[in-house]
């Protein structure tokens, strides 16, 4: 983060009169406006300059003409870049991104940036956020260089997927020091039964100016590293909630930064 962006979240964040804007350009309108414009052609002036100030290796990624920002900021990567690791035993990461663990405790609380969130109130079930009592809370912070593709991080089958409306804050770590930012966000939830690490929740985020989480089917078998969906333009995270004794991680709070496919158990 730089200068000059730190000191407009500051504003926004920690200023009455910030916190007042920051309810317009928060709410889901803004968001689609936002939106409207990434998706149009006169978007594509912005890209080259994007390119070379995050140093985005384009060699990795199948090029095309793109007819918007939202076009290219979605594009596909060679699948060579991102081998996904095929062991029985391997739980991978679902996206490129800085991944943080936390134990999730008998009280089914865990800590992300100083702020506690419930299981229950992330997954909107408390029925089913019992079942992660004791488990591990896998958050994937995905930055806006990274793949913004996202895939399935085992074998199994979706039991469901529900979409939870939100306001959108931004993910950055200031912003967690005054909301509960993965409570308020817009997220889509998929419970999954998986073939090697029991149930799992798959928790997509979205973020300022992230208008739409785009998943692919809500239903059915899934293949370990297959393509689940996609965000568009923006900052977004993805948890991951395991039940008890099934992953072997370690708790930190330090982020590690990992690849889509990568093995992380």
């Given at each position: 983060?730089?200068?000059?962006?730190?000191?407009?979240?500051?504003?926004?964040?920690?200023?009455?009169?910030?916190?007042?804007?920051?309810?317009?350009?928060?709410?889901?309108?803004?968001?689609?406006?936002?939106?409207?414009?990434?998706?149009?052609?006169?978007?594509?002036?912005?890209?080259?300059?994007?390119?070379?100030?995050?140093?985005?290796?384009?060699?990795?990624?199948?090029?095309?003409?793109?007819?918007?920002?939202?076009?290219?900021?979605?594009?596909?990567?060679?699948?060579?870049?991102?081998?996904?690791?095929?062991?029985?035993?391997?739980?991978?990461?679902?996206?490129?991104?800085?991944?943080?663990?936390?134990?999730?405790?008998?009280?089914?609380?865990?800590?992300?940036?100083?702020?506690?969130?419930?299981?229950?109130?992330?997954?909107q079930d408390k029925k089913c956020a019992k079942e992660f009592g004791g488990g591990k809370a896998l958050v994937f912070r995905l930055c806006v260089d990274d793949y913004h593709r996202y895939g399935y991080p085992c074998d199994g089958r979706?039991?469901?997927?529900?979409?939870?409306?939100?306001?959108?804050?931004?993910?950055?770590?200031?912003?967690?020091?005054?909301?509960?930012?993965?409570?308020?966000?817009?997220?889509?939830?998929?419970?999954?039964?998986?073939?090697?690490?029991?149930?799992?929740?798959?928790?997509?985020?979205?973020?300022?100016?992230?208008?739409?989480?785009?998943?692919?089917?809500?239903?059915?078998?899934?293949?370990?590293?297959?393509?689940?969906?996609?965000?568009h333009y923006g900052g977004s995270t993805i948890v991951v909630l395991t039940k008890k004794g099934i992953l072997n991680i370690p708790e930190h709070d330090e982020e590690i930064k990992v690849k889509y496919g990568e093995r992380i158990n």
């Amino acid at each position: 983060m730089d200068y000059k962006e730190s000191k407009i979240l500051r504003f926004l964040y920690h200023t009455v009169p910030g916190r007042v804007l920051l309810k317009v350009v928060t709410s889901p309108i803004i968001s689609k406006i936002g939106g409207a414009y990434m998706n149009s052609k006169g978007s594509v002036r912005h890209i080259a300059k994007f390119i070379k100030k995050n140093n985005i290796n384009m060699d990795e990624y199948h090029t095309e003409d793109w007819e918007s920002f939202d076009h290219f900021f979605t594009r596909r990567i060679r699948s060579k870049y991102r081998p996904i690791d095929s062991a029985e035993d391997a739980f991978v990461s679902p996206c490129d991104g800085r991944l943080s663990v936390y134990d999730i405790n008998d009280d089914t609380t865990f800590e992300i940036k100083g702020s506690h969130y419930t299981v229950e109130s992330l997954l909107q079930d408390k029925k089913c956020a019992k079942e992660f009592g004791g488990g591990k809370a896998l958050v994937f912070r995905l930055c806006v260089d990274d793949y913004h593709r996202y895939g399935y991080p085992c074998d199994g089958r979706i039991l469901y997927l529900l979409n939870v409306k939100g306001r959108l804050h931004t993910v950055r770590p200031i912003a967690l020091e005054k909301y509960p930012v993965f409570i308020q966000n817009a997220r889509d939830i998929t419970l999954m039964q998986t073939k090697n690490f029991d149930t799992i929740a798959q928790v997509e985020v979205g973020a300022l100016m992230i208008g739409k989480i785009e998943n692919h089917k809500a239903g059915g078998p899934v293949d370990k590293g297959h393509e689940k969906g996609m965000f568009h333009y923006g900052g977004s995270t993805i948890v991951v909630l395991t039940k008890k004794g099934i992953l072997n991680i370690p708790e930190h709070d330090e982020e590690i930064k990992v690849k889509y496919g990568e093995r992380i158990n």
